[in-house]
C-alpha cells in the first residue's frame, strides 16, 4: 500500500522560505521511482513544479521554480523535501507530492497522469 502524507504547509511572506515534506508508508514504494511536486492554485490546473529520481537524486523542475525551489530525499527517513526559496504570491498554491506508476526509464515525468500515488496535499501561502 502506497501512502504519502505532505506537512509543512502555512503562512510566509514574499521572499521567504518554506520547507514542505512528503514522508512514504515504506520504503519499497519509493525507490527506483520518480518523486514528483505539484501545486493547484485555486481556479487552475494543477501543474508541474520538479520531480526527483530517488535512486541517485537528480531532479527536474518546472522553468517557474527552477533557481528558486529544490527537491531532495532523505534514505533513512524515506522521505522527499521540497525547499522553496525567494516565495512569490504566485506561488500560492496547495502542494501535492506523487509517485510515478512505472520505475524511472530515463524520462523526467512532468504530466500528472503519470504520477498514480498522490498525497492529500499542503497549503501554501504567500502574501504580499
Known amino acids: 500500500q502506497v501512502q504519502l502524507e505532505e506537512s509543512g504547509g502555512g503562512l510566509v511572506q514574499t521572499g521567504g522560505s518554506v520547507r514542505l515534506s512528503c514522508a512514504a508508508s515504506?520504503?519499497?514504494?519509493?525507490?527506483?521511482?520518480?518523486m514528483g511536486w505539484f501545486r493547484q492554485a485555486p481556479g487552475k490546473e494543477r501543474s508541474f513544479v520538479g520531480t526527483?529520481?530517488?535512486?541517485?537524486?537528480?531532479?527536474y523542475y518546472a522553468d517557474s521554480v527552477k533557481g528558486r525551489f529544490t527537491i531532495s530525499r532523505d534514505n533513512v527517513k524515506n522521505t522527499v523535501y521540497l525547499q522553496m526559496n525567494s516565495l512569490k504570491p504566485e506561488d500560492t498554491a496547495v502542494y501535492y507530492c506523487?509517485?510515478?506508476?512505472?520505475?524511472?526509464?530515463?524520462?523526467?515525468?512532468?504530466?500528472?497522469?503519470?504520477?498514480?500515488?498522490w498525497g492529500q496535499g499542503t497549503q501554501v501561502t504567500v502574501s504580499s
Open positions: 506523487a509517485r510515478t506508476r512505472e520505475p524511472y526509464s530515463g524520462i523526467f515525468y512532468m504530466s500528472s497522469s503519470q504520477y498514480t500515488y
Open positions: 515504506v520504503p519499497a514504494v519509493t525507490s527506483r521511482f520518480l
Open positions: 526527483l529520481n530517488w535512486n541517485d537524486g537528480n531532479t
